[in-house]
């Protein structure tokens, strides 16, 4: 999983501060790959350790030969080396041309290397093959919100949940880009829902976190960034964004403690920098004569 983080500068107090904020969103990516159990039955007829390499070839049957290839490429994306993923994928699609899966994976693939538009072909695609490719719809709406597409992307991720309605990060994903669009009613509803499906899904706290706090809902927000400070990933940002709400609520000391904690993970972390810097300043000012 891959999520982009953001920064606050100061208490957010505005519907454009939070656009602002948001446009360098902290949306969950999730690029699904698909195949995997075929592809690790297959090697246990193999005693090599499965690398990411395009020269090495497999042995054995076609079928085991391709399941391999997938893995291998699984194995690419893994490592961080999603150029030779999309290579391997069309070594394996031009023997498979109507697997629905390895479009999604090579759009996953693709979706890594920042190839956004080619990603969201590959998912077109996969979804012309196979219409209730539930990962597919998903994806194809990730591609979409990436490109700022956020009505279309509230319709595949529609798609997705109405193939499986307990698709907690589709409802994340489609609260995110309601935000966008505006409809924060909505939004809201789909960060509850997500979270109602998987209490585990830290960033569906986040994010209905930030956007309570944007609507001056403190105390509310203060309990969903509690919720996410449990994710590593989004700890830094949730102890920053709770350290706001107390400072609103004047809790300065819950404040400065969150701020302190969110350097202790990220010392560069501007908003977190800049909300201690304040609280510090202010406790330093000499009080004023009656």
């Known amino acids: ?18 656009t602002e904020m948001m446009n360098r969103t902290h949306i969950r990516w999730v690029s699904f790959w698909l195949g995997l159990a075929t592809a690790l039955i297959a090697h246990k007829a ?4 499965i690398t990411c390499a395009e020269t090495q070839f497999p042995l054995g049957s ?18 961080g080396k999603p150029a030779q993923a999309v290579v391997l994928m069309t070594r394996l699609i031009k023997s498979r041309p109507r697997d629905a899966g390895a479009y999604v994976n090579r759009g996953s693939a693709q979706a890594a290397l920042g190839e956004v538009g080619l990603a969201l072909s590959d998912y077109t695609t996969a979804i012309e093959l196979k219409p209730d490719l539930v990962e597919a719809w998903y994806n194809h709406g990730t591609a979409y919100a990436r490109l700022r597409r956020y009505e279309s992307a509230t319709s595949d991720f529609a798609d997705a949940i109405r193939l499986k ?9 489609r609260g995110f880009a309601y935000f966008q669009l505006g409809e924060y009613d909505r939004a809201l509803a789909d960060y509850s829902d997500g979270i109602e499906h998987d209490t585990g899904t830290n960033i569906c706290y986040l994010n209905r976190g930030t956007l309570l706090l944007m609507l001056g809902e403190y105390e509310k927000a203060i309990k969903d960034f509690t919720q996410a400070i449990d994710d590593k990933p989004t700890a830094a940002l949730a102890l920053s964004r709770r350290g706001q709400a107390h400072e609103a609520l004047e809790h300065q000391s ?5 701020y302190r904690a969110a350097l202790e993970s990220y010392p ?12 510090t300043a202010q406790q330093r000012r000499p009080e004023e004569s009656p």
């Open 62 to 79: 076609n079928e085991e030969q391709l399941a391999m290839l997938q893995q291998r490429a699984a194995v690419c994306v893994r490592e």
């Open 1 to 18: 999983m891959a999520m982009e983080a953001i920064q606050i500068d100061q208490v957010v107090s505005s519907k454009m501060e939070m």
């Open 46 to 49: 193999h005693s090599e350790e």
């Open 165 to 173: 309605p307990s698709f907690a990060l589709a409802y994340c994903n």
């Open 254 to 258: 819950q404040a400065l403690d969150d």
């Open 268 to 279: 560069n972390f501007q908003s977190a920098q800049e909300g201690f810097a304040r609280i």
